[in-house]
């Protein structure tokens, strides 16, 4: 397959339509949220960060939904392979967040009863910070990272839907390099030198959607690898969101296929998954070690989410040379959303 690379220039034209679908390795289509039709319903706009080491992960999340916004915050520990979440949601009838329009520049500042969560550019840094009272008895969780990009490219693609006026621009940047501590009342969790990715989503959904996500961004062998595999963001014939990063360099790939194991019938999250490339360049397995999971179901909102943590091992292939994966840790998702 032959796949599109975006050519600069706005992403709508004034009929909130894609004026190109395709991939790129950076932003280099406009987004302009006032093209957007029925934005009040349809609009859904994210930024969501996941950092960790081989101890521990972070998951933070800010969504604004149009008539709902969503605050998420998960820490994780898989020595005991145990986490905590806590979420907090609420019905705010077409006001919004104010989320930037690209990913580059632009704060997030948002503080609802006591909590408090901040994504901001600080010379040249990602500045994470939250503030989440009560998040294990009556610990407070205080987060204070900063990210700094190891490498230039990022996964860049413009999808369409069925309905001409729906769409996806999502960014996924790999490989940001953490410095910092987590705190949890008297616990201590330092983040000095681990590795995690950013999921910056902009798009008009329809209301029914399955998608498939795996990340991983970590050194191997003193190289950098990273990578960001998935499907089921919409109709992705003109271009893939599959791709590998390996120290400076970046290598797009076609179709990438989970296979989640199943138990009679129902799939089985913590059995091990494989990931297989068409071209099989890609040959991975996936131990996992916990299920993030979460199901909600209020009045017109259905979620079902499975975003699974654990260690990668197998083989990548770049330029004829194989990399052998081991013990990497990353996750997986299948997400079903009808929103």
Do not use: C
Not at 21 to 46: C, I, Q
């Amino acid at each position: 397959m032959k796949q599109n690379k975006l050519k600069k220039g706005p992403l709508l034209d004034k009929n909130g339509k894609l004026i190109e679908s395709g991939y790129a390795t950076s932003l280099v289509k406009t987004y302009d949220k006032s093209l957007v039709k029925h934005k009040r319903l349809r609009l859904k706009e994210w930024d969501y960060y996941y950092v960790g080491s081989k101890d521990y992960g972070l998951a933070i999340t800010v969504a604004d939904n149009g008539y709902m916004w969503l605050l998420s915050v998960t820490l994780l520990d898989f020595n005991t392979k145990s986490e905590i979440s806590k979420t907090k949601m609420g019905w705010v009838p077409f006001k919004r967040f104010g989320m930037p329009e690209s990913s580059e520049i632009g704060d997030i500042i948002i503080q609802k009863g006591s909590w408090k969560v901040s994504f901001k550019h600080e010379n040249g840094h990602r500045h994470i910070e939250a503030h989440i009272p009560n998040f294990k008895g009556k610990s407070t969780l205080a987060v204070d990272l900063y990210l700094d990009q190891m490498i230039k490219d990022s996964m860049v693609i413009a999808t369409p839907f069925e309905y001409d006026t729906k769409f996806y621009y999502n960014q996924k940047i790999n490989l940001l390099r953490s410095t910092g501590q987590i705190t949890l009342g008297l616990s201590v969790f330092d983040f000095n030198g681990s590795y995690g990715v950013l999921d910056w989503g902009r798009g008009a959904w329809t209301y029914h959607n399955i998608w498939y996500w795996a990340s991983l961004s970590g050194m191997i062998d003193e190289h950098k690898l990273g990578f960001n595999f998935g499907y089921g963001f919409g109709d992705t014939s003109k271009a893939t969101e599959n791709i590998i990063f390996y120290d400076d360099k970046t290598y797009k790939l076609e179709d990438i296929t989970f296979y989640i194991p199943k138990i009679n019938q129902e799939l089985d999250y913590l059995k091990p998954w494989t990931f297989k490339s068409k071209d099989g360049k890609v040959n991975l397995t996936f131990n996992p070690i916990l299920d993030r999971n979460s199901y909600t179901n209020i009045w017109i909102l259905k979620s079902l989410q499975h975003q699974v943590f654990g260690k990668f091992e197998g083989t990548i292939e770049v330029d004829n040379k194989k990399i052998q994966v081991k013990d990497m840790i990353g996750f997986a998702e299948r997400v079903e959303n009808k929103w």
